[in-house]
């Protein structure tokens, strides 16, 4: 009972791995997100392969470049064995970006990541990632005509680290 328990709480751990990976990027939280990968993970995405120390700098500069951002996680399978874990989720993300005409687009990704990671001195963290994209979709953005309309609801601009409604968990 005590080894189950174990791989349970194990388990737990590395999905909230998986699920501060995603919050840490909408937030722009630079500390978060290295505290996410081991800094010699190894990292593909096909347009970055390179180290978990050498990718927090280059995401943070993709995901700072857009004026909202999302991500969700789901689909969340692990598999522990000791201090070494596989697992594998989907993952959807949408960004915002200007158009040729200056107008905002948001562009939604989906994909999944397949994930290794390690238990090190009590603390898991991804040393292994490879992110397979899946589909894209482009869509215009709505929020401003949702913001100024009936409904008009609250709307986060997070356009650098440290936001006001941060709230660290």
Same mark, same amino acid.
């Given at each position: ?11 737990? /751990? ?7 990976? !995603? ?7 630079? #500390?978060?997100?290295? &505290? ?13 392969? !390179?180290?978990? /120390? ?5 995401? =943070? #500069? @993709?995901? /700072? /470049? ?8 789901? *689909?969340? =399978?692990?598999? @522990?064995? !000791? ?10 993300? @949408? ?12 562009? =939604? ?12 001195? &009590? ?18 953005? *709505? ?5 100024? *309309? ?9 356009? !650098? ?9």
């Amino acid at each position: 009972m005590e080894q189950q328990l174990q791989e349970l709480l194990d388990r737990k /751990a590395c999905e909230d791995v998986l699920m501060r990976y !995603g919050r840490t990027l909408d937030w722009l939280d630079e #500390e978060g997100q290295a &505290g996410c990968f081991w800094p010699d993970a190894e990292i593909d995405y096909g347009f970055f392969n !390179g180290s978990g /120390a050498d990718w927090v700098p280059v995401v =943070m #500069e @993709v995901e /700072a /470049a857009t004026p909202n951002r999302w991500h969700v996680s789901t *689909g969340v =399978m692990v598999q @522990v064995k !000791g201090n070494h874990a596989k697992s594998e989720c989907y993952g959807i993300s @949408v960004g915002s970006s200007e158009n040729e005409q200056g107008e905002l687009q948001d562009t =939604m990704f989906g994909g999944r990541y397949l994930d290794e990671l390690e238990k090190r001195d &009590g603390q898991w963290k991804i040393s292994r990632r490879r992110y397979i994209a899946d589909w894209i979709h482009q869509f215009p953005n *709505g929020l401003e005509a949702l913001a100024s *309309g009936d409904l008009n609801l609250n709307i986060l601009k997070i356009l !650098g680290s440290g936001h006001e409604a941060y709230r660290a968990l």
